[in-house]
């Protein structure tokens, strides 16, 4: 009842430089939202009587933003087993796991990572050669379903030296493998009937998880598809065309290399930025890869995979930008090109009336460390700058504490 | 290429000979029994050479001097290593054949030093073949030196350098209760670890509390499988060290009858109990670092610091008036259930409580932005009332770590008579749009961003 009232609020952000990232900046700006979403942004807004205002003077405004990798609410305690829910223990092909429903709402982390201004965030599973369906949530809801923007995403697969042992041990084997299932999973959506009359050869993976594909094969449903070394970029790359598959890449730590062929495929990157250990995966990669990309023409979205520190998407933001990217680039790859790549752009991403009232308002630049968060909404909705981390903070600033 | 080595650390080095016994190679008397005995020859020693560099003075830049002061349009001088002169413009002149670096808009800090690093002993590419890092053979292993690990051509080393590292800790894991000796090394290109062997530096040894060592012995149905295990494992070997120590200081004293024999695990320990080695202990609860105190009562060691050390703002009290350091993350957390208690503040309440905060990596990616990670810290104590100076934050990456090491009176400061470990940032090194641009190691530029004839490759990354 409480959500229900907050909803029904309107709010009123004032006197911002607001950055709608689907257009120029505002100078002192407003925001309208009334009911969950924006109603209103520009310079010469009208605000209703009676809505609630948040004087932002001096403040910047951008969308909430979102973090285009982690596992968030998949995962509490790494190293808890009983905690992480993101990765299925048996299935070399997963396309059927959907996490939507391991995600917890109650994860310490959702407070954590939203009071420092991502309002939303990928939640992927991992492991395996298909490992599964990822979805995407807004980081405050007390239900899965008030969480969840979409559901499935996409479906990830991995082309990288991890899923090697999946495959037999060749890289060739696993480019193989992914052939087999989605010839098995075509052939297995034009032949049905045989299948249950169990006229057909046996199937490179279970019915289910070959159902799960369907989408992925028919072009609706994105497939993440994990590769870093230039080599299995270009396998993926050609294993898209070869299924006129609806392509995201992930990683692609050696994308720069081929950053003009990526761009020419009209595939989307997932970039890490600050990710430059080279290992035999990816000997050429460096913090450079984010601006090349996007200087190519490739639509960048940047990630921090480290859940607990989905926080640091700031970070490596900023990174990206002194390692080349132009700010409103790496401000658009933090909003609106997730939501672009994520197929959500119709209600997430940028400050344009109808959209969700996923709102920051910051102290400054919002890349930079001397920058808080001051104000987070979701969904039209202020959330309170508390978390498990400044309750501990209010204990333990005075020594002894007071138990 | 001088073959000088730097005097004030000369002075130091082989403090921390094997047998304890403090040989003076000034006078040459016959050789007698003890001499001929291993213990007494060179124990892996340093042959660090500064590299040759013309005097070097940069100008115009804001100069954070680690010492208190923040000189907007300052200079700085040094030569052969040494710095010469810090203030303002006016007050620094040029040594003859100086090169003049302009550094405006630029500001220049002491180089960077990390008290926990893996580079080397977790090399890159990554694979078996360079995991030298946990010898996890037996929860205690103080007889292993992380310098014998070590592999200079580990081409994480340069990526450290270009971000103004100059001096770091290369510590075995933490698999172990007691993991073995740390090197502390010059982050500078070299083909042996001994050429980059910190001249004059003590080791220290490597301790873990916690999840770790229980968990990867527990497995095994082996010692230590608990916490409490932990704790009698400690006790166990430094209780042995004691009659170690007792055993070789009595034979030392008069070298009558047959000396001990070496036994290079308690050698190390004894080292420990006899105040000339750094125990640098990986823990993250505050209850546990608690009982670590009490372990070091027990037997009269000094902790020198708590590595991670989540939660040290709960006892950061405790640590300050035991005059303990911790070497923290600005923000890491919640991988494992000792790190769930992780928090922003922790450097800054340590700071407030009078301790000696020091802000490592423990990671090849992390000691590339120690100033980023400075800056985390020092802004969520500020935002939270508690008033960090851009100086102290400082001499968290600086001067701290150097205590941290027993080097504070040789690196982690921008002062006269200093070893000339310099870093210009390309704008504030608070800011996450700045870069080290130049890093200059004992004088010398290591690192140039703007010219590859001063961006060390390693022989790892060579015609790939």
Known sequence: ????????????????????????????????????NIAAVGANVTIPSGATRIDATGKWVTPGLIDGGGQMGLVEISAVRGTREGALASDTVAAAFNVAEGINPASALIPVTRIEGITTALAAPDGHLISGQAVLIDLDGATIEQMVVKSPVAIVARL??????????????????????????????????????????????????????????????????????????????????????????????????????????????????????????????????????????????????????????????????????????????????????????????????????????????????????????????????????????ERYKKLPPDY | MRSTPHLLLALSSACASAGGRATSKATAPPVTAAESLSVSRGQYPSTYRRHAYPPVVIRNATIMTATGREIPNGAIS??????????????????????????????????????????????????????????????????VWAEHSFWPQDPQIPLAIAGGITTIEALP?????????????????????????????????????????KRVYGQRHQAPSTRMGNMAGYRGAFAQAEAYRRKWDSWNRDHRGE???????????????????????????ADEMAQMLDLAREFGFKIRSFHHAVESYKIADLLAHDSTSVSVWADWWGFKEEAMDGIQQNAALNQQAGGRPAIHSDSPSGIQRLNQEAAKAMYAGQRSGIPITRDQALRWITANPAWVLGLDSVVGTLEPGKMADVVVWSGDPF???????????????????????????TDFELGR
């Not at chain 1, 909803?7 to 911002?16: C, E, H, N, P």
């Open chain 1, 1 to 36: 009842m409480i959500g229900a009232l907050l909803l029904a609020q309107t709010i009123a952000v004032t006197g911002a430089t607001v950055y709608p990232v689907s257009g120029p900046k505002i100078a002192n700006g407003t925001v309208l939202i009334r009911d969950g």
């Open chain 1, 160 to 393: 990288n030296e991890d899923v090697k042992d999946e495959a037999g041990g060749s890289r060739a084997g696993v480019a193989q493998r992914l052939r087999r299932v989605f010839g098995d999973a075509l052939e297995y959506a034009r032949r049905k009937g045989d299948y249950g009359r169990a006229q057909m050869q046996p199937l490179a993976a279970p019915a289910a998880d070959l159902e799960g594909l369907f989408p992925v094969l028919r072009g609706e449903l994105p497939l993440i598809a994990v590769a870093n070394r230039k080599s299995d970029i270009e396998t993926a790359l050609r294993i898209g065309r070869e299924y006129k598959l609806k392509l995201i890449l992930a990683g692609a730590a050696e994308g720069w290399e081929i950053a003009d062929e990526i761009a020419r495929a009209g595939v989307p990157v997932l970039v890490e930025p600050l990710d430059n250990i080279p290992s035999y995966d990816a000997l050429g990669i460096r913090y450079e890869n984010a601006a090349l990309l996007a200087k190519a023409g490739v639509k960048v979205v940047l990630m921090e995979t480290d859940t607990h520190n989905a926080r640091n998407l700031r970070q490596q933001a900023g990174n990206a930008v002194s390692y080349g990217m132009t700010w409103d680039q790496a401000l658009r790859a933090v909003t609106l090109s997730p939501a672009e790549v994520f197929g959500v752009a119709d209600r997430y991403g940028s400050l344009e009336p109808g959209k969700e009232g996923d709102v920051v308002v910051w102290s400054g630049d919002p890349f930079e460390f001397t920058t808080a968060a001051e104000h987070v909404l979701i969904r039209g909705k202020e959330v309170p700058l508390r978390s498990r981390q400044t309750e501990l903070f």
């Open chain 2, 78 to 143: 040094f030569k052969d290593g040494r710095i010469l002169a810090v203030g303002e413009g006016g007050a620094v002149t040029a040594p003859a054949g100086a090169v003049i670096v302009d550094a405006a808009g630029k500001y220049v800090t002491p180089g960077v030093i990390d008290t926990h690093s893996h580079l080397g002993v977790y090399a890159a590419p990554g694979t078996d073949a360079e995991s030298d890092g946990n010898e996890l053979t037996s929860p205690v292993t103080s007889e």
């Open chain 2, 173 to 213: 894991g933490s698999g172990n209760l007691i993991g073995g000796r740390s090197a502390v090394l010059k982050l500078v290109p070299a083909r042996t670890v001994q050429e980059m062997k910190f001249p004059g530096a003590r080791y220290g040894l490597k301790m873990a509390c916690g999840e770790n060592p």
């Open chain 2, 259 to 285: 000396p001990p024999e070496r036994n290079l695990r308690l050698e190390t320990l004894a080292e420990v109990l006899r105040g000339n080695m750094y125990v640098q202990i990986h823990c993250y609860r």
């Open chain 2, 431 to 457: 800011s996450v749009y700045a870069k080290a641009v130049q890093v200059y190691n004992d004088g010398w530029l290591v690192y140039d961003r703007n010219d590859p004839a001063h961006q060390p490759r």
